[in-house]
């Protein structure tokens, strides 16, 4: 006689092992059940955890009523190796209006990089985007790390962009290149500009260093 996939996951549940957290009873439509920990639901398919920690997949469809509407209400923690969905395969881009910076920080929880500079004539401005900016190091980083924000200025720090001017004046920005590290509500975390020996490994420890924990 065949015995059903789900009867001989009730019998591997019932194997001697350690004990998982947030284990609970699950059972199918023809009400056998097992003990066992949700990990994820994809495509059609439920996956649990056993409590020999084994990991076992099959067809929603084999759930109970019960269990779909408690998957429905639960979200699974992430594990440690994988990437907040809001950063995964995330491209950092940069930004050139405060607002957007602002809404991309609250829907990804990264910090922004906001960088005040002259790109066509200030000469460290150009030394640090060579030096760090242009690097394929630093934009990796930035990916999983930073929304960009940069904020452009004609010579001598010239601009009749009013928003431009207000942002200026607001940060305290007498130099070029200036960069401050902040939070989506613009708190300063960080300030920082040019200096010799500065790269993508020196930038990436000061972004660490100024950021929230947990960033």
Known sequence: MKRSIFH???????????????????????????DAEFVKMESGKVTLRLLNGKIV?????????????????????????????AT???KAKWLTKLSKAEEES????????MLFTGSAWCPYCIQLDKAVFSEKAFKSFADQN????????????????????????????????????????????????????????VFAKWVKASAPKGK
Not at 166 to 171: E, P, T, V
Not at 189 to 197: I, N, R, S
Request: aromatic content about 8%; proline content about 8%; charged content about 25%.
């Open 146 to 201: 930073l929304v960009l924000l940069m904020l452009d200025y004609g010579p001598g720090g010239s601009t009749n962009d009013r928003d431009l001017k207000k942002l200026q004046a607001d940060y305290g920005v007498e130099g070029f290149p200036t960069y401050f590290l902040t939070d989506a509500a613009g708190t300063k975390l960080a300030t920082g500009g040019f200096h010799d020996g500065i790269n993508p490994e």
């Open 88 to 90: 995964a395969n995330r």
């Open 106 to 113: 609250k829907a990804t929880g990264l910090p922004i990089l």
């Open 8 to 34: 001989l996951l009730c019998i591997a549940a019932l194997m001697p092992s350690p004990l998982q957290a947030e284990l609970r009873i699950w059972s199918n439509t023809e009400g056998s059940k097992l």
């Open 57 to 85: 997949a099959f067809p929603e469809t084999k759930l109970s009523d019960a269990d779909r509407e408690f998957i429905k209400n639960i979200k699974p923690e992430p594990t440690k190796d994988s990437a907040p969905a």
